[in-house]
């Protein structure tokens, strides 16, 4: 059957034909169409219109993050593009399926300087260096193949983000469509069996193995606490792999104790995990071998060839390496009791952090299992991403490497949009949390029902403490003036409350995530120590010396 439809209306039925039913964004003169089209589909598409570009590109983050599901955000082309690329680039750095749709000029208009409206140099360009995949819509009847080359992409091998650019013309011109079936091809490396049975042979000769991992393992929990216990090795999890493993397993742990179980350690299998920290900082002993499980082929010899690579995916991987592994078992004592006494030992040292661990503490008491925690650049966000205990894969939301203040807040609103019915937190700072402040304009207006926790130092916090310690107290572009926090979320319609202790911010945590109302807590704090120093275990070497 042919149809006619305009370049905006072939984009639309595409995205709903691959079941995408929710975007985030504004719209504007070169994407008019397109949202002209999500109106005549408002039955079928949810529009989260937004009050910046950067909110609907982190809400689009968060939504992916918080689900694994492709999440969307439409920008007009020039500022509104470029107010978004932090968020691309968070991203990328989070392996996060985020689609970019952003506008263009007319096509006759593309890199002829004329001055038109919202015109840059090369924006696709740009959208190429944040992205995995990236190509301009030259024709509408090009628009379903390229949007399933861009899913393909996107979700195949390693997950990043994709875009489209689409030229004014092109989403106001008509042409006829087939409606063929497109569908998403999600290609995997094939398992090197031979590499398989030599790791399970290194595997089972190790005395003192251990499992590092990151978000790259995200859909292997299971497998990996299989690994964990027939090795009886410790699992250590980046900020990225925070409740894949769940904090109740006595074998999981956090980067605490990483540093004294990597130098304790003969062998180390790392699972969709860069190795960054303990290559780069801890340094690579002599005597230590690597094995590596990754889908992304350039993660294996990023610091030097490992001692086996398993290009796979890390739950495939991990489904043959178990039995390989079965084969070859020996009796190994239980490491059961070593690992709960470790975890008591980082315990009672986190609890020396303070006034930081007592809001932490608080948070995890009055979030459930379930709940979803997007961390932001700021005191406790330090903190709680090595302390806070996680319990299940996805509820615990990074920024990874790419350490982006001020993302927090929209993404904690973009995950709750893909998650509405279970609590959902944002840990920010009152630096972060005014970057896109203005979001609670779209949490009220849609409905979505986020509690945020500002604590409130009147300073960019980790800056002010660095001027004074490190650079002879030149204190500088650092301290802030702020706003009533409570009146400022209640002037939107939002609720706002004010506590003072960790006891208070644990009962009005109880309470917020009751309310059917998005929730703004701030928690005024004074300066805070450093953490850094008191986070982590005492090294193998310093507890021989």
């Not at 039955?43 to 993050?65: N, P, S």
């Not at 390693?158 to 998403?184: C, H, I, M, Q, Y």
């Not at 001020?406 to 279970?422: E, H, T």
Request: one cysteine or more; a negative charge.
């Amino acid at each position: 059957m042919t149809t006619t439809r305009t370049g905006g209306e072939a984009l639309v039925h595409a995205l709903l034909s691959h079941g995408i039913d929710t975007i985030f964004g504004l719209p504007g003169v070169q994407n008019d169409y397109f949202y002209a089209a999500v109106y005549d589909a408002r039955d079928r598409m949810r529009v989260i219109h937004t009050r910046h570009e950067q909110g609907a590109a982190y809400m689009a983050l968060g939504y992916a993050q918080a689900s694994g599901k492709t999440g969307v955000f439409v920008v007009v082309p020039g500022p509104g593009f470029l107010n978004a690329t932090a968020a691309l680039s968070t991203a990328y750095a989070t392996n996060a399926p985020v689609l970019c749709l952003t506008g263009q000029l007319h096509s006759d208009h593309i890199g002829r300087g004329y001055g038109m409206l919202h015109e840059i140099p090369d924006q696709l360009g740009i959208l190429r260096s944040l992205t995995k995949w990236a190509r301009r819509v030259d024709s509408p009847a090009d628009v379903p193949r390229l949007v399933d080359e861009a899913l393909s992409a996107m979700h195949s091998d390693r997950p990043r983000p994709a875009g489209l650019e689409v030229p004014l013309n092109v989403f106001s011109r008509k042409e006829e469509f087939d409606d063929e079936t497109l569908s998403v091809a999600r290609s995997r490396p094939e398992l090197d069996r031979r590499a398989v049975e030599s790791a399970a042979d290194l595997l089972s000769e190790a005395q003192s193995p251990a499992i590092f991992i990151g978000g790259g393992a995200v859909d292997a929990g299971e497998e990996i606490g299989r690994l964990a216990e027939a090795l009886q090795a410790p699992v250590i999890a980046s900020s990225s792999g925070r409740g894949i493993l769940s904090n109740r397993n006595p074998y999981s742990h956090s980067y605490g104790p990483g540093r004294r179980l990597w130098e304790q350690a003969d062998l180390v299998i790392a699972i969709g995990t860069r190795l960054s920290t303990p290559m780069m900082r801890w340094g690579k002993p002599a005597n230590l071998r690597v094995v590596r499980i990754d889908i992304d082929p350039q993660e294996h010899d990023r610091h030097e060839p490992p001692a086996v690579s398993l290009v796979a995916d890390s739950r495939e991987a991990l489904q043959a390496l178990l039995p390989a592994l079965a084969d070859r078992a020996r009796a190994r004592p239980s490491r059961r009791l070593e690992m709960l006494a470790l975890q008591d030992e980082m315990d009672a040292i986190y609890e020396s952090v303070q006034p930081q661990m007592g809001f932490v503490r608080a948070i995890r008491e009055a979030l459930p299992d379930d709940g979803i925690c997007v961390e932001d650049i700021t005191q406790i966000g330090y903190v709680s991403r090595e302390t806070m205990p996680v319990y299940q894969p996805r509820t615990y939301l990074t920024s990874n490497y790419q350490v982006t203040l001020g993302w927090s807040f929209p993404a904690a609103l973009g995950a709750k949009v893909v998650a509405p019915d279970r609590p959902v937190l944002c840990i920010t700072g009152d630096g972060g949390f005014l970057f896109a402040a203005t979001e609670l304009a779209t949490a009220v207006q849609h409905g979505i029902n986020t509690v945020t926790v500002v604590f409130n130092d009147s300073a960019y916090g980790n800056v002010l403490r660095m001027q004074k310690q490190n650079y002879g107290g030149r204190v500088v572009a650092s301290e802030l003036h702020n706003p009533d926090f409570v009146t400022f979320a209640e002037s939107f319609g939002a609720r706002g409350l004010r506590v003072h202790s960790p006891a208070e911010l644990r009962q009005a945590l109880v309470g917020a995530f009751a309310a059917n109302a998005p929730v703004l807590i701030e928690v005024p704090v004074g300066e805070m120590p450093s953490p850094w120093e008191k986070m982590s275990a005492p090294t193998a070497r310093s507890k021989s010396d």
